[in-house]
């Protein structure tokens, strides 16, 4: 009978039996299958007494493969049995001998058990988002340059024009002056087409790097943007210009909103994986750190640089700092994982196979796919986690609608 021998967080022991007639069983079987297999000179195939089959391959052998496959069967049924949720095994103990029960233990690591703060409690902000006058027209700014016509002009760059440059490598990349660095800008007008000039580069930050590319003028080009009247509206697909404004305000609002949700339910989540009680499994962790650095890697590899390569370059107490994040990183992200599990568990969270349905479509849209074709290519492992992530959100929905009735 399976049952639990010992257990503290995370750290279960349990024990489980085999009877003897199974372990006899498993051993005939074993020895029959290797006859079919195994050639001994003097014996034709699958006549190999049982005494020299032994002596070949050795009975310590063999008895250490029916083990191994007596706990590949049993172990998860004791598990299922005891209504445990294994996060990984740590070690399995018990000696075969044939004629007798196998008895073994093993220590696992379960799922941890979790407590969720008083969340019916929390406090988020929830301000009405709105969207000024300087948004419509930064919007309306947008739209303009994407409608605008260039031309090439013969003259020096100018404030709005378009320069565009190559590299010392042959790269050619376009500047537009209105939306350059200041001192991108400054080192860019009055050049002409065949004028030499040097840019200040900068990081994915904005931060200047100290250093410059040289680089050669191609072509200036003059940008002319469309003037703000009912004729540009109508390019846009509105009658007027104040039509064309007030839709523009509710789309933006609309957006607004949404991000106002977005992030609100990351202010729950957060407040969620902080305020929980659960003790952690190793194996869990571990796991996270390991899909960290492979993301890690998996960026770096994208810039042409191998993931040894980079912590190599690092100071000491850079490394350490990164090993640090990592691990930080790993922890909240299994916190925020259990969170959102307990949360649909206590709230009882379904997803409807129309909502599912609808998920999916919507996805496939963005991709340019028919759903179908979208399942395909996913594959059933990534269905299934985007199945959870969908049911995870839906949780976070009605727990911030109970905190807003």
Known sequence: MPEIVEREGWRVRVRGEVPAEEVEGAYRLLLS?????????????????????????????????????????????????????????????????????????????????????????????????????????AALMDLRRRYAEVETKEGPAEEGDLVIVVTEEGSEIPVELERAYDEVKEALLNKRAGDEAELPLFTEEGEPTGKTAKVKVKEVKAIRLPELDDEFAKTLGYETMEEAREKIREELLHRARAEAEKARK??????????????????????????????????????????????????????????????????????RGLALEKLAEELGTELSEEEW?????????????????????????????????????????EALAELAA
């Open 357 to 397: 349905k609808a998920h999916l479509e919507e996805l496939a849209r963005a991709y340019g796919m028919k759903p179908a074709e979208f399942e395909r290519a996913l594959g059933e492992d990534a269905l299934r986690r985007l199945y959870r992530r969908r049911l995870h959100d839906k949780a976070l929905e």
């Open 33 to 137: 299958e290797y006859k079919k297999r195994v050639r001994v000179p003097g014996f034709r195939p699958g006549r190999v007494p049982d005494r020299v089959l032994e002596a070949r391959l050795g009975r310590e052998a063999l008895l250490a493969e029916v083990r191994e496959e007596l706990i590949e069967r049993h172990l998860p049924e004791v598990l299922k049995a005891l209504e445990l949720t294994p996060v990984a095994v740590r070690k399995v103990e018990g000696e075969l001998e044939l004629g007798k029960p196998f008895v073994f233990e093993a220590e696992i690591e379960n799922y941890p058990e979790v407590e969720l703060p008083d969340w019916r409690g929390f406090v988020l902000e929830q301000a009405e988002p709105e969207v000024g006058d300087d948004a419509v027209e």
């Open 266 to 335: 990351e202010a729950l989540l957060e407040k969620l994986a902080e305020g929980l009680k659960a003790d952690l499994p190793p194996s869990l962790l571990e796991a996270e750190e390991r899909a960290i650095w492979g993301e890690i890697a998996e960026d770096l590899a994208k810039k042409g640089v191998p993931l040894e390569d980079y912590l190599k370059s690092l100071e000491p107490e850079k490394f350490e700092e990164l090993k640090s994040d990592v691990k930080k990183g790993a922890e909240r992200r299994v916190r």
